[in-house]
């Protein structure tokens, strides 16, 4: 193993996915108000958005099936809209860390990967643009410096839980799923890459399983079981 991807939400980042929903499109809201937009047409295009980039075939990048099928959803001044988005996620999107909380094991799981010579990328699922990303990053305690690779809708043409999108990731990393171990809180989304041939970790302190099924057979525990575990790898360098 040479290459470690972490997951961000739920893991490196702690949060309510409810709550953080929530508190996003509410202030969302609240800017779109300032700037005599509506806010229900834009967050239903928004939405309309973000089933289009989960649904992406690769032809092309989430942000431009993003903004594609937000054009042909919003009633409104698209131009107008990108403009108040813009804003919001420079001015208004790094209010939302209120609904998060951070584990100090996150910076030092990093870390120490770096240290031991491992490359390690964020594979936290494309939907958000890149500045709303490095904020994300920014509440955990950790820079972009620390990630040979950060996915975004800018640079990304699947999303999770699509087989491809990992594939893409460990493209863009030069490497290979054999020498790779995903890190994720979510069975469903982040535990498929199994299927890959991948190694997997599954980090239990805000385990995503609706569905219920059987993660018995997955490596796992909470942050310090993650921790122990990458003290005990090889170093590399």
């Known amino acids: 193993m040479q290459t470690v991807l972490f997951d961000l939400d739920g893991t490196l980042l702690a949060a309510d996915q409810e709550t953080f929903l929530k508190s996003y499109f509410d202030l969302m809201a ?54 108040m988005l813009d804003e919001f996620y420079f001015k208004e999107f790094p209010r939302v860390k209120e609904t998060v ?9 990093v870390t120490l990967l770096k240290k031991k010579g491992y490359q390690v990328a964020l594979a936290t699922n494309p939907l958000f643009p890149r500045i709303a990303t490095e904020h994300r990053i920014a509440w955990a305690g950790l820079s972009p410096r620390h990630f040979a690779h950060i996915t975004t809708y800018e640079n990304s043409s699947y999303s999770k839980p699509n087989l491809a999108y990992y594939r893409e990731v460990l493209a863009s ?54 921790y122990e575990m990458i003290q005990g790898l090889p170093d590399l360098i």
Not at 45 to 56: D, F, K, L, S
Not at 63 to 73: A, Q, T
Not at 187 to 198: I, R, S, T, W
Request: include cysteine; hydrophobic fraction near 40%.
């Open 30 to 83: 609240e800017t779109a108000i300032k700037h005599h937009i509506d806010p229900k047409p834009l967050i239903e295009a928004i939405w309309a958005g973000t089933r289009a980039m989960v649904a992406n075939d690769g032809e092309r990048t989430n942000e431009v099936v993003f903004w594609e099928c937000f054009d042909k959803h919003y009633p409104g001044d698209a131009s107008k809209a990108r403009d």
């Open 173 to 226: 990393l030069g490497t290979e799923p054999q020498k790779a171990l995903m890190v994720g809180n979510d069975v469903a989304e982040d535990m498929v890459v199994e299927q890959l041939g991948m190694k997997t970790f599954l980090l239990t302190d805000h385990v995503i399983n609706p569905r219920q099924l059987d993660i018995s057979r997955y490596p796992q525990g909470d942050f310090t079981v993650l």
């Open 101 to 109: 909380a951070i584990n100090p094991l996150a910076l030092k799981c």
